[in-house]
């Protein structure tokens, strides 16, 4: 019982993010796994780097605009170079950058690591649904855009945005997996270009017909995780979101059970 | 209004040239009606058309741009079928880049080179006829591409195979169009090389040019580098659709993935040659408004120069998403950081151009200004866009659409619009309104950063690019972004009216025009109107 609460309230907290900030986000949310942690933390780190360069010139500029007015009587000086100054603002921008580049690096190669994976799933995008096979495991399936959202979708459709669930962010069958394992995705595609993103995974990659790309993810916390095609891919590059449903172990080893058999069934039944 | 008064004591037009007897050259005037036009070989008229048809362009293309702010304004699909949609995505930057800012900076070559360097005319007359006339074709069959079946592209102006291979009637004439453009360029750059390698007054080296005529120099340097390796691509795209080749198609033992190198490999430099010759402008202004020397004149020359080699180097930032080995990954991030040195360089030059000053805010100061804060925020989004990882989240969101519409709009085209408001009466003998200049300059500025701020949020947020409707927890920022863009479409109408007004009309302008901050250059030292042929005689530069 404490159990079911503990995951039901997970879920909650999972979807808040989502659902309480959306409407004036202003940054980037953290996600639910080391690898969007961890770029979550080079995007602030690259940001205050920013704001602080930007804080320093700005003022600059600002002092300059406001002291230096002819209006105000100022007379213009004569200098027109400085060695120094100039050696200086080469040199400190260099070093700011190798520092930079340091933890990206680092964060690079752990990302690029999809070694000793616990689960392969194969993506192959289509125009306009993802189609999911979890390898060796002999379940197949195609993800495509809700109903009621496609129904809202349409041109002078009536329907309010507003009133439907997770307008163009749900799909009928998301893909399942389970937490905390290191799930690695495979990833090609079936007529032009996608690309599978998942905002809150951090990962991002591009699906491309004949070849086969890889990402991995671990999430740690059971919930629903929602993002979309990041690559145009014709006429519904809008309208094919990836749903990426977490389950605890128990619940996703009795889901894939469920879905065997119903493979199962339905190749005797043929 | 300072200024204004001031120049509002008129010379008579005097040329500063001598006329020599001895001077056999033809020294007529314009020919008379259209034939001045479609025979046009003056660099003036030329460039008056290359100004007046980017202006053109960019009407055409900010009106997709609204199509599309209209249909963000609100969740939900009101005014246009996502096709349309991803039509009006393509053709705005395709008319954008190829019609309004390059033009634009092509006109201002040609008008300000030969003035700048002391010449007659740019070294080849009839080219530049060609170049120019190239362009309204190129562009009629680009916008008769929404009149056929299939529609006009869809597939952005990246063209990426295999989806532009499922463009209807119009790949074609895509193709071609971007071809007659590629070469319309090529000659463009052509001509103003040869023009500034052989026609600068004596006495002028070419580390005593202008930055205007540098920027320019390296841009057409770039340009020819680069204009011939996209129509080596689009040339493949159209083998492949029509005449069984398989570039770009692994099924045929192709790569698409390839076609991507190459088009970035155009594609970098390509941004920089559209921001080069701003940087030039803003160089020329900043300067004249703060009455001081550019500060490091030759920093900013190896500056625009490293920057050009480094834009060769850095094209797989692009597409980091598409699979690349560790090394290569890092060697561009690497390389595309390292973009950020000279860029900062040549922003705190600017800075310490003004700082000790005497600076008064004309019209043509207030855009560089703004050019130089807002294109400094491009610069910085540009510098999160190359930590791989980071990227990896931003690419393809509105991070991406905010970053590049801060270069190109308050920097590539804000600079368009300074250089026009510092160089409009030398043209046309006129001064413009101050005032309403000054109001273009503040609802530009405001309205651009309405619209261009809150789409760094909905990236971050996780809003893709190129969609015609979204959730609905992206719908505030949409709606402000698109308020922005109807305020800054707007305000633009009257960027065209002061423009045609002070053909026609306005206070005489003097010949150095803004006497007041005494402007250095030789295209000071000529009427205003500058006489037809520039520089019969060349001046002397000591
Ligand atoms: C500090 C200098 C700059 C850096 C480090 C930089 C970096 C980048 C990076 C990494 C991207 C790829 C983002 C992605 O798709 O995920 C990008 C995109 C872009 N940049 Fe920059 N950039 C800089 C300056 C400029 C300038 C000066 C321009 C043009 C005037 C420009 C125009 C563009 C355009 C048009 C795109 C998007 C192209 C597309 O995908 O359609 N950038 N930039
Ligand atoms: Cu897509
Ligand atoms: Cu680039």
């Known amino acids: 019982m404490v159990k079911i609460v503990k995951c039901a309230l997970a879920a909650v907290l999972a979807s808040l993010p989502a659902a309480a900030f959306a409407a004036w986000e202003l940054n980037m949310p953290v996600g639910v796994t080391e690898l969007s942690r961890r770029i979550h933390a080079l995007h602030m780190l690259i940001l205050w780097v920013c704001i602080l360069i930007a804080i320093a010139v700005f003022g600059v500029m600002i002092y300059s605009i406001v002291k230096f007015r002819r209006s105000q009587g100022a007379v213009a000086a004569s200098f027109d ?134 990402l991995w993810f671990r999430a740690d916390q059971v919930g629903i995780y929602r993002g979309q095609c990041a690559e145009l891919c014709g006429r519904d590059h809008g309208f094919m979101p990836v749903v990426v449903d977490v389950r605890s172990e128990a619940d996703f080893d009795s889901w894939l059970k469920t879905q065997q058999d119903n493979t199962k069934t339905a190749s005797a039944a043929e | 209004m ?18 020599h007897e001895d001077v056999h050259h033809e020294d007529h005037g314009p020919e008379k009606g259209w034939r001045r036009w479609v025979f046009a070989t003056n660099h003036k008229d030329i460039g008056t058309m290359y100004l007046l048809f980017s202006l ?63 010449a007659p005319d740019m070294a080849l007359p009839r080219m530049n006829n060609f170049s120019f006339w190239i362009l309204p074709f190129a562009f009629s069959l680009l916008l008769g591409t929404l009149l056929v079946p299939g529609g006009a592209p869809a597939g952005g102006w990246t063209m990426y195979p295999p989806l532009v291979l499922q463009t209807g009637n119009a790949f074609p004439m895509l193709i071609f169009a971007v071809h007659l453009m590629g070469a319309s360029s090529i000659m463009g750059a052509i001509n103003v090389i040869v023009t500034i390698m052989n026609m600068r007054a004596p006495g002028m080296s070419l580390l005593k040019m202008p930055m205007f005529v540098w920027s320019w120099l390296i841009t057409a340097y770039l340009l020819i580098a680069v204009m011939p390796v996209l129509a080596g691509a689009v040339t493949m795209l159209l083998t492949d659709h029509y005449f ?80 690349m080995p560790l090394a290569g ?12 040195v000279p860029t900062g360089v040549k922003v705190f030059n600017w800075t310490a151009t003004m700082f000790k000053g005497s600076l008064s805010f004309e019209p043509p100061m207030l855009f560089a200004l703004s050019f130089l804060f807002l294109f400094t925020i491009g610069g910085f989004s540009g510098l999160m866009l190359a930590i791989v990882p980071a990227d990896f989240q931003y690419h393809d969101t509105y991070f991406v659409v905010a970053h590049f519409h801060y270069v190109l709009v308050p920097g590539a085209v804000f600079g368009i619009m300074a250089a026009v408001y510092y160089w409009l009466p030398k043209w046309t003998g006129h001064m413009y309104n101050m005032k309403l200049a000054k109001a273009h300059f503040w609802l530009s500025t405001i309205f651009v950063n309405v619209l261009f701020f809150p789409q760094h949020f909905l990236g971050l947020a996780g809003m893709p690019r190129r969609i015609p409707d979204y ?72």
């Open chain 2, 2 to 19: 300072s200024t204004t008064s001031s120049i509002a004591h008129h010379h008579p037009a005097e040329p500063v040239r001598d006329h």
């Open chain 2, 329 to 340: 990954q890092l060697f561009f991030m690497l390389a595309t950081m390292l973009i950020a």
């Open chain 2, 244 to 323: 069984g080749t398989t570039f770009f198609e692994a099924a045929g033992g192709g790569d698409p993935v390839m076609f991507q190198h190459i088009f970035w490999f155009f594609g970098h430099p390509e941004v920089y040659i559209m921001i080069l010759p701003a940087f030039g402008i803003v160089s020329e202004i900043i300067p004249t408004f703060s009455r001081k020397k550019l500060f490091g004149y030759d920093s900013m020359v190896y500056a625009i120069a490293s920057i050009a080699f480094l834009s060769f180097i850095v094209w797989a930032h692009h597409m980091f998403t598409v699979g």
């Open chain 1, 81 to 214: 170079h400085s060695t120094r100054a100039e050696i200086v603002w080469t040199v400190i921008p260099i070093v700011i950058l190798v520092a930079m580049a340091v933890p990206a690096a680092a964060t690079l190669v752990r990302i690029e690591d999809t070694r000793n994976s616990d689960l392969t799933v194969k993506v192959t995008g289509y125009q306009w649904r993802w189609h999911y096979e979890y390898l060796e495991r002999n379940v197949a399936f195609f993800s495509s855009l809700s109903r009621d959202s496609d129904a809202a979708r349409q041109l002078d459709s009536g329907i309010d945005p507003e009133s439907v669930q997770n307008y163009l962010l749900d799909v009928d069958k998301p893909l399942v997996v389970p937490v905390g394992k290191k799930v690695r995705v495979l990833l090609t595609a079936g007529d032009v270009i996608h690309a599978w993103w998942v905002p809150a995974f951090g990962m991002k990659k591009d699906a491309i017909p004949g070849f086969v790309n890889e």
């Open chain 2, 471 to 542: 959730n609905t927890q992206f719908a505030d920022w949409n709606m402000i972004s698109s308020i922005g863009a109807f305020g800054f479409g707007l305000s633009q109408l009257l960027f065209a009216y002061l423009i045609f007004r002070s053909m026609r009309a306005g206070a005489p302008a003097t010949d150095k025009v803004w006497d007041d901050a005494k402007p250095h250059g030789l295209e000071w030292t000529l009427s205003s109107p500058a006489p037809y042929h520039s520089f019969e005689t060349a001046p002397e530069v000591k």
């Open chain 2, 56 to 118: 053109l362009m960019f009407f055409v293309g900010g009106t997709m741009a609204m199509v599309i702010r209209a249909e963000l304004f609100q969740p939900g699909l009101q005014l246009v079928d996502p096709m349309f949609f991803n039509s009006m995505t393509s053709m705005h930057a395709l008319i954008m880049i190829f019609g309004a800012v390059m033009p634009a900076f092509v006109g201002l070559a040609n008008w300000m080179i030969p003035l700048q360097v002391g």
